[in-house]
């Protein structure tokens, strides 16, 4: 089975810049944010609620929990918010007017939750109207884990924080191209 694709930076910003003239902009950037800077599957996004990423008095986690029934592995995980995902979530969260933290993080225009499937039309979506073939819902997740592998993190840290069980698994998510393989033979 084609994997998807991982997008460059410079498709990134074409992404977000396609969700910027959007008409739920703030809720499309928060899917792809947390895709890309926390590798969440996309039934992961569609199950959080407003309570994951912020506590009873408005404050912002230092972590989202997973709860076992919201990942594939059906296994509770820790996903740790990083700076850029930190801003991303204080931005979308200063726009609601209710408060609520039993409600569903991304909701649909009816006012609903997200299912998994059609999130991930949400997100085919975004990527056609960016121009970007062969990209899905998994292409951040697989940037995500691309990033840190290229970064020197870790096997076995990158395999936790993906939530995967084998790190053949984590392996088959690393992206490597012409670029990549040039710029490490050039670091002997």
Known sequence: MKQARVPTEAELKRVLSVIAQSRFASRNRMAVMLSYYAGLRVGEIAALKLGDV???ERRLRDSISLRAAMTKANEARTIFINGKLRKEIE???SCYTTFDIAEPLLMTQKRTAFSPNTLCQLFGQIYDEAGIDGATSHSGRRWFITRLA???VSAKVIMT???HKHLSTTQRYIDVNDEMMRAAVEIL
């Open 161 to 163: 924080l993906a939530g």
């Open 54 to 56: 912020i506590d009873s």
């Open 91 to 93: 931005r979308y969260v």
């Open 150 to 152: 290229h970064s020197g």
